[in-house]
């Protein structure tokens, strides 16, 4: 018999060699139906695969994120075997799961291939999920893999075969198609019920550009065609909320091929944004306790040696600035850590004084592949709201819960509610990825164990995950739309305070070591940004809109009175704007609804007399004359409570 532990903690007993399959039987029916694959220790698995000994096993469902992964990686597959039986002689590269679907790199000859075909190879895909075809895996050798694949004329697999060995290889069989695989995969092609291709692209093979061009075909799948459709319309208001679209219209950032690729230029009303959000976090940084500081915008080569970031990330930099003096040579900041720590070496440190929290807006520029750029998500500049914390080991947890409720504080003001804390740890089994001594780990993983449990949030764990100095505790945010997107990161480093040979005496007046607690509740003001337009689709919360009020005069002759109410309200820090243009009432308004400013002040006869205005809000209406003081009463009630003061 052997012992399964499950996801609760509950343990079973099995004989040798049960499946994942019957474990899910012996729990309940309707789980077995919908059950998809499993993971098994730390390594998902096909659901008939026997278990020999102990483990520990999650069953995955299309609930699961790697239940759905496993069920697009199965899709690509059945879009294989779509294609090859529409299109003979066709050879295959990779078909790995996305995180919104799966993709084929596919070689077609002299065959044509375009959107206009994606309707016959969807048809051919559900006729075949229909048939409820078994994935099967076969172990094979080397050998007889390259002489299978010799047979069918596909040097994409032959190819990869180079980079294996005997006692690694496997193949997966569904209906007639034939894949070198490591899988796994669902039990059989019948729960898939909705097949949608997205795209096709061109794709260098191994990403060479000297290699050959393959055609990638992008799709997505579901087990119900309901939630196809729902993703489709999902989809739809995406394109229009999309951030690069909006930020456009708003007039909020550009970019210029002049300045360069990847680096965004905040343009009048996106700096107002931007600076707006900074005041946010600075006053609530500044009740916390923290220091702001400011670090240069390069450093030397031998500081990011020292901090090891050189080691793991000098291929992801730009090219060094040489200067004149032989062997001297500087980086673009790539992070602001290892100059925090030179601040915080200006002098020696007390036990009494810890912790020190040090603050920065800092810029760094990291080099991504120009295909890898998107808007303001994916650029090569961006400004983190950085912060260290260095503090004695006894403090690691009270400061990481006070790191905790700053970042609720944030999400709670910008109306994030929908989030799960990812725990990201180390992969044991492969250790050599990190720095540091496994007691120090061992310790900054128990802290954000326990700090998450004591806040009670919804977490999950995720080995491999952890920076390479550091476990970290990163919030995925889920928008209006349903996405994930990973904002707030929180880590504990027990490493660059030893890499840096950073100090304090204790109260036995010896020398010891700070913790130091790297954190950043928006993660990067651009990345921030993006996400935030896209969740409130350009309708920002009413503190933080560049443009919080339109005044609109009915008529010329009301514009010096419009002059007098706009200088009331910006003596109340309440930012907008007159409009002035000769056009009716009517076009004002629906300018002002377009630009999406959350109020219109019109003013005429009637509001001149009673120093008042007549105001309407952006997508409700009509609210009613007001004098300016009970506006002004009314929008401070409404910053106040959306800003929890």
Request: include cysteine.
């Amino acid at each position: 018999m052997i012992n399964i532990t499950l996801p609760d903690g509950s343990v079973r007993q099995f004989e040798q060699g049960v499946t994942s399959l019957e474990i899910a039987q012996s729990i309940s029916e309707g789980l077995a139906r919908n059950v998809l694959a499993a993971k098994v220790n730390d390594t998902v698995w096909d659901l008939n695969r026997p278990i020999t000994e102990d483990a520990r096993v999650q069953l995955l469902t299309w609930n699961d994120d790697l239940g759905k992964n496993t069920f697009w990686h199965s899709s690509a597959h059945l879009l294989a075997e779509a294609l090859e039986a529409l299109y003979p002689g066709i050879k295959f590269g990779i078909g790995p799961p996305v995180e919104n679907g799966f993709y084929y790199d596919v070689d077609l000859g002299e065959q044509h291939f375009s959107q206009d075909d994606f309707a016959k190879v969807e048809q051919k895909m559900l006729e075949l999920a229909r048939g409820k075809s078994e994935f099967t895996r076969q172990e094979v050798t080397k050998a007889e893999a390259i002489a299978y694949f010799e047979q069918k004329g596909d040097q994409y697999k032959l190819d990869l075969l180079q980079d294996l060995e005997d006692g690694t290889i496997t193949f997966y069989t569904q209906g007639s198609f034939v894949d070198l695989c490591r899988g796994p995969h669902i039990p059989n092609t019948g729960f898939i019920k909705a097949a949608k291709l997205m795209n096709v692209a061109g794709a260098y093979w191994r990403g060479d550009e000297k290699g050959k061009q393959l055609t990638r075909i992008y799709g997505v799948t579901f087990p119900k065609q309901k939630e196809l459709t729902e993703y489709l319309e999902r989809l739809e208001e995406a394109k229009k909320r999309d951030h690069r679209k909006l930020g456009k219209e708003l007039e909020l950032f550009t970019f210029s091929e002049k300045v360069g690729m990847g680096l965004p230029l905040w343009l009048p009303k996106g700096t107002l944004l931007r600076e707006r959000l900074e005041q946010f976090l600075r006053k609530a940084q500044q009740r916390a306790g923290y220091q702001p500081v400011v670090t240069p915008h390069i450093g030397s080569k031998e500081l990011y040696v020292t901090s090891g970031h050189y080691e793991k990330y000098g291929a992801d930099s730009f090219q060094p600035i040489r200067t004149p003096n032989e062997g001297e040579e500087f980086f673009l900041k790539p992070m602001n850590c290892p100059h925090h720590c030179e601040i915080y070496k200006t002098r020696p440190r007390s036990y009494k004084e810890l912790p020190v929290r040090l603050a920065e807006f800092g810029t760094v520029y990291r080099y991504e592949q120009s295909g890898e750029l998107h808007g303001l998500t994916r650029v090569r500049g961006f400004t983190q709201d950085d912060a260290h914390i260095f503090c004695r080991p006894d403090q690691v947890k009270e400061e990481f819960l006070k790191v905790i409720d700053l970042v609720l504080y944030v999400f709670q003001a910008l109306g994030f509610e929908n989030f799960t804390a990812q725990i990201s740890l180390r992969d044991p089994a492969n250790k050599q990825k990190y720095i540091g001594a496994d007691e120090a780990w061992e310790k900054a993983e128990n802290a954000i164990i326990e700090a998450a449990a004591e806040k009670g949030l919804t977490t999950v764990t995720e080995l491999g995950e952890a920076a390479f100095y550091g476990p970290k505790l990163d919030f995925m945010v889920k928008d209006a739309l349903g996405r994930k997107w990973q904002l707030g990161t929180i880590q504990v480093d027990y490493n660059l305070p030893e890499r840096f040979q950073l100090e304090y005496i204790g109260a036995d007046n010896q020398k010891h070591r700070p913790v130091m607690i790297h954190r950043a509740p928006f993660g990067s003001l651009e990345r921030f940004v993006a996400l935030l337009i896209e969740h409130c689709g350009g309708n920002f919360p009413l503190w933080l809109s560049p443009e919080q009020y339109a005044i609109l005069p009915i008529s010329e002759k009301y514009q010096e009175f419009a002059q007098q109410v706009q200088e009331a309200l910006e003596q109340e820090d309440i930012r907008g704007y007159v409009d002035n243009r000769d056009e009716k009432i009517g076009r004002k308004i629906r300018d002002a609804e377009v630009r999406k400013v959350p109020f219109m002040l019109i003013v005429g006869e009637k509001e001149q007399e009673n120093q008042a205005v007549s105001v309407r809000k952006h997508g409700e209406g009509d609210l009613g004359s007001m004098t300016i003081g009970e506006f002004i009463g009314m929008f401070k009630a409404k910053i106040a409570e959306a800003l929890n003061k």
